[in-house]
Every structure is written in C-alpha cells, then in structure tokens.
C-alpha cells in the first residue's frame, strides 16, 4: 500500500470514529476519487440530531456533538476552497455524488439551523460578566460555540456563491433566507468575521426570487432590529474614519444591501425616517474630503469610487420613488450641491488610476441622476431659493477653479469617449441655473394670489395679500388669519381632519421629512410656473396628448365618464357664453409617501391669468370642443370623489403637474378630496 493511501486509509478510520482533528484534516485529503467516501464520513456524524447543542447548558459540549461540529467545517472547508469540481454526474463505487448530497443535506441542514438560531438567539458571546462566572473551561466551550455559529454562516454563505450540485438544495429549502438573515444581522452585532464574506454574497449572488424572498424576511423584523442594524453599522464604520480597504468593502456591501432594501416600500420608509438621506449626503462629502482623498491609491481607488456610486444612486432613487419636496429641501440644506461638484476632484485623482476614462462613465451617470431628479422640483419657490443659495456659495468659494469643474461650450453634456465625460458635472450644475433663472423670470411676471387660511370653516377664501398670516408655532406649516380660526381648526371634528392631530404627526416625523404639509405658497408657485410652460409650449401639450391617446384610446367602449377609474387629469372647458376662458387651478400638495395618507383641504386659489388661459385653451381645442386629456389607473376612492364633486359643481380644473417624470407618473395626480379632505397617493 502506498503512503499517501496508508495515510488516507488512517485518517478516514479515525475520522470515522470522531477524532475532529482527523476529521477536518481529511477535508485537505479530498479529491475526486475519494469525496463520495469522505461525505459519507461526515454525514455519519451529522445523522446524530443536535439536541444537546445548548447553548445555556452547564456541561460542555460532548464529543459527538464536537465530531458534528467538526464535520459541518469540513464540509464548509470543502465548499470555500472548491477544491471538487463538483460534477453533478460523479459517480464512484455505484454511488453518485447527486444522491450522496441529497441525503445529506436535511442532516446537514438541521445543524445549520442549530448554529445559527441558538447562536444568535442565546448565546452572550460577548457578554465578559457571564464569562468570568462560567470559568475558563466553560468559555473555551463557547468560543467554540461562536466559531460553530461562523462555521455555519460561512457554509450558508458558501451555498449561496455555489454554481454547483449543492446550490439546488438550498433554494428548495424551506428557512434557507430566513437563516441566511438571522445570521447576517447577528454577524452585524457582534462584528464577527464572517461579515466580510456573507455581505456582499448578499448583495451579489441571490438571484430575484431570494432577493424578494430576503427583503419580505428582513421587512418582518422591527426596523430597529433589522434594516436599522445594517444601516447604523453602514454609520458606525463612516464615522469611525477607518479608510482601510477591509472597512471600505464592508461600507460598500452594506451600501449595496440597502441599495436592494430601497426597492421595498416598508424598508424605504424605515430608512428615511432614520434620515438616511442626511447619511448619504454626508457620505458623498467624506468622501470627497482631503482625507479620504490623502488615502486613495491604486487599490483604494475603486471602492472610493463604488462608494460614491451607490450614494448617489440610492438617492436618485428615494427621491424619484417617494414624491416629497422636503426630501429635497433636506439634501440640499446638506449642501449636496456643493458635493455634486466637489467630486469633479475625486475623478481627477481616479484617473490617475484608471487609463480608460470611459469607466467612470457610470459614476457621471450617477451624478447626472441626481441633478436631474432635483432638477423635477425646480418648479418650487423653496428650491429655487436653495439652488440661489448654493450658486452664491459656489461662487464665494471658487468652487469650480478650486475642484477643476469644467464646462463643454454647448453646455451640454458629451457621452463620448474622450476626457469630455467629465464635463457632465459643470454641465449638469449649468442647466440647473439656467433653469432656476428662467422659472424665476416666470415667477416674476405672474401677479401672486392671495394666502389661504389653513382653517377649512374659514369664511374668506380670496383675501388681500397684505393680510399678515401667522404660522403654527409647532409645525411652522398652517397659517391662519386670525387666533379664531386656528382655534377652529385645532378643535375639529373627526379629530382626525383637526391640526391638533396632523400637527403632532409633522413634529413627530419631521427628521425623516415625512408626513409634513407643504407650503401652500411654494406649492401655488409651482403650479403656476408648470401651468404657464405648458401654456407657452403647444407642441409638448400635443405630444403628451398624443401619448396618453396612444396608449389608451378614448374611444375605448370601456373608458366612459361613469367608470370609477376614469379620472380626467388636464381638463379645460370653453364656455362660448363666457368673455374668456375662466379656469381654476387648484394646487397639488405633495402626499409625501405613497403609504402615507395626509389630511388637509381642497382651496381655490381664485381664476387663473386670461392670457394664460387662452394659450392653454387653444393648445387642446377650438372653441366648439371640449378638450380633455384622460389617464386610466386603479385610483383611491378619494380621487374618484373629488373629480364626482368638481363635475357637479360644474367647475373647470386645471390638476397642474409639479414633477416632470414619465407620462404615467407626470399625470398620475389630482386635487384635494373636497368632502372628506384627504388626498392619496
């Protein structure tokens, strides 16, 4: 008999009789030839349930339970080193490599479960008081415990890379996820080593149905306990200043794990509320400070760059999901402006790295990403006045010749190939202004309406500008003409229309920037400047007309004045009658989440400007028809009620669009239910 054989055949016996050293020795031994033999070895130890596995118990662990535990590591040895190649069709000896592991995967699986669970659920690994009453022999027995639980997080997260026969397993296992989870949060709390491996096999390797599957297990979680664990160690690691490329990969998973959580509505609204935007915004200038930048090198550089990367679009994508304008006051109260062009130097110093420059093409895309998602809310007074704001500072600072941000002479972004592409940045910021300047100029010419009195029993609608209105000392958001009325308004009945209760809901989320009314003076603002482009734009108005015909016809048998979806988004009636046009715009306020209902009144703002009227009227029709644009979607109950009122009334509406998306979302919007006074996303 050979040595190497004679070794093998020993080391097999006694790993068969539960020496674990042999046992994790012969996982070193494995080949193609023996690792049908070598499994079965294994699974003879892990056939013994884990009962005795506990975690609280004052005996320690025996040797059969150290034999299993020594078995689960050499399976996961095998799995991390890939040492097989795993052929699905290996066949040795009569016995297939497919059978062996569908045999022993339940056993092995039960103890994956024990690791995991009682590890996470039980067992004070840190807990140095405990420690020192236990005795030295009782905490080496569950430090070993501790490196039971990595063993079995590490195999799971194994399972999840695999390619192998072995990844079909696990997606047929019912609580694979869910185990998969309750060991990567607790991996977060006690910062085990086994973190670095299992995030961003969470964030690369599930496909969709483990992804949906993850983020349904993470949303059952109280948010403090789940997405709230993942986000503040995200914090920690920030603001702990450690620039080592272990803690800029860990940042950049955890990152990347909540770029999946954003795509659930529960998940994005815990993280807002945990002013993730602030974090972010925070983030992005970290990493554009001369600290961070002081460590850059060549192996530094793409985490630097992955970092920034996911900021921004995570960003991108809160702000386009969650229709808020105080989100945006937020960022840009942050200065996030102000770091959009800082990181025109992160881009100088990466180039010195990167010999392509077409691979920063997808940061830029970021960046251009955010500019225009706040650029959908440049309508607002308020965020013309922080744009102003931030171009004086721009300005004051030198913050283009001190970042070297440069500008194309069309002013338009190049999506070629030479070093152009960096321009995208000045170019974005240019568009911004230029924008904010011409809605000003618009703003300018408009004659401004009268304020409304937050008191919906308020007996003047239209009141003289002059009028000094006083806003709620708490919210800072409902204006009143007079102590009666905000009296009245604070006693209303249901309680839950009266601005005692939305009062305390807007002090209570106001860190997240949710529920918080809008200001109704910035919000008329908007819809003026939104109405008078299109009035001045009669092409757009055809275009988008022809868009939405396109897509659902009018003369759909189906589409009919009585159906309850049937809401008109832009309708304008001329009454021959009439000397001109009268047209009421009523102003949309912003319900900030979809999940969130927000209560408050529908309020003429008095008859819309003659001249604009007229351009709107003869951009959809003649004098002899009646034009209206039409959109179909499985709309609230409150919509439907608002437009019943309006049509009964016999009132003409202008439902204004205050955020240029797509056409389904751009005329997704309506007024204030009049009746019951709420409105829904």
Not at 330 to 351: A, C, F, P, T
């Amino acid at each position: 008999m050979s040595q190497s054989r004679y070794l093998y055949s020993k080391t097999r016996r006694l790993a068969w009789e539960g020496s674990t050293a042999e046992i994790l020795r012969l996982a070193d031994l494995a080949n193609d030839s023996n690792i049908i033999d070598i499994l079965s070895v294994f699974h003879r130890h892990v056939k013994k349930p884990p009962s005795d596995f506990k975690l609280d118990t004052a005996l320690p662990i025996t040797d059969r339970v150290a034999a299993a535990t020594a078995s689960v590591s050499a399976i996961c040895k095998l799995h991390v080193t890939s040492r097989m190649k795993w052929n699905r069709d290996l066949t040795i000896g009569g016995k297939s490599l497919s059978s062996v592991w569908t045999r022993l995967w339940p056993d092995l699986w039960r103890w994956l479960e024990t690791g995991v669970y009682l590890s996470s659920r039980e067992a004070p690994f840190l807990d140095s008081n405990r420690q020192r009453l236990l005795g030295e022999p009782l905490v080496q027995d569950m430090n070993r415990r501790k490196t039971f639980f990595d063993t079995s997080v590490g195999l799971l997260n194994a399972l999840l890379k695999s390619d192998h026969i072995s990844s079909s397993l696990f997606h047929s296992t019912n609580g694979f996820i869910e185990c998969l989870v309750e060991g990567f949060l607790y991996a977060i709390k006690t910062e085990s080593a086994v973190l670095f491996p299992i995030a961003p096999s969470i964030a690369d390797y599930m496909d969709a149905d483990d992804t949906l599957k993850f983020l349904l297990v993470l949303e059952r979680y109280q948010p403090e306990d789940g997405i709230g664990v993942i986000f503040a160690h995200a914090k920690y690691l920030t603001y702990k200043r450690d620039y080592s490329p272990y803690a800029l990969d860990i940042i950049t998973s955890l990152l990347r794990v909540m770029y999946l959580s954003v795509r659930s509505g529960p998940l994005r609204l815990a993280l807002v509320r945990m002013n993730v935007l602030k974090f972010l915004t925070d983030m992005i200038g970290r990493c554009c400070s001369q600290s961070m930048l002081s460590s850059m090198d060549s192996v530094r550089y793409h985490s630097f760059a992955n970092i920034l990367s996911i900021c921004l679009y995570l960003i991108h994508l809160i702000l386009t999901a969650d229709i808020s304008v105080l989100f945006v006051h937020q960022i840009l109260d942050d200065n996030l402006l102000i770091h959009l062009l800082r990181i025109q130097v992160v881009l100088e110093r990466i180039k010195v790295f990167i010999p392509d420059v077409r691979e920063c093409a997808g940061l830029l895309e970021n960046v251009k990403s955010v500019f225009d998602s706040i650029g959908k809310f440049l309508a607002y007074p308020s965020i013309m006045r922080r744009v102003s704001r931030a171009q004086k500072t721009v300005q004051r600072l030198g913050i283009f010749e001190k970042y070297i941000v440069s500008q194309s002479d069309s002013g338009r972004p190049s999506t070629s190939g030479s070093h152009d592409i960096f321009r995208i940045i000045g170019d974005s910021w240019a568009n911004m202004c230029a924008e904010v300047r011409a809605n000003q100029e618009i703003l300018s010419r408009i004659a401004s309406s009268g304020r409304v009195c937050s008191n919906a029993e308020c007996p003047r609608v239209f009141l003289d500008p002059t009028i000094i209105f006083q806003k709620c000392s708490q919210c800072l958001q409902a204006c009143y003409c007079s102590k009666e009325c905000q009296r009245a308004d604070w006693k209303r009945k249901p309680e839950e229309l009266s601005h005692k209760t939305k009062c305390h809901l807007a002090v209570e989320d106001a860190p997240g920037g949710l529920r918080s009314p809008v200001d109704e003076l910035d919000v008329q603002g908007a819809s003026r400047i939104i109405v008078s482009k299109m009035a001045e734009n009669a092409d757009m108005c055809r275009r988008i007309t022809q868009l939405i015909h396109n897509f659902c016809p009018i003369e759909d048998p189906q589409m009919n004045a009585d159906h309850p979806f049937f809401i008109p988004t832009v309708r304008i009636i001329y009454r021959t009658e009439q000397k001109h046009p009268l047209i009421d715009v009523l102003p949309l306020f912003d319900v900030l989440l979809p999940q969130i209902e927000d209560h408050r009144e529908a309020r003429d703002l008095g008859p819309f400007e003659k001249e604009n009227a007229m351009k709107l009227y003869k951009a959809f029709g003649d004098s002899n028809s009646e034009a209206v644009l039409y959109w179909r979607c499985a709309l609230p109950l409150g919509w439907y009620d608002a437009a019943c009122s309006a049509r009964e009334m016999r009132r003409v509406l202008v439902y204004v669009v205050l955020r240029n998306l797509t056409v389904a979302r751009s005329l997704s919007v309506g007024p204030w239910n009049q009746d019951t006074g709420s409105l829904i996303n």
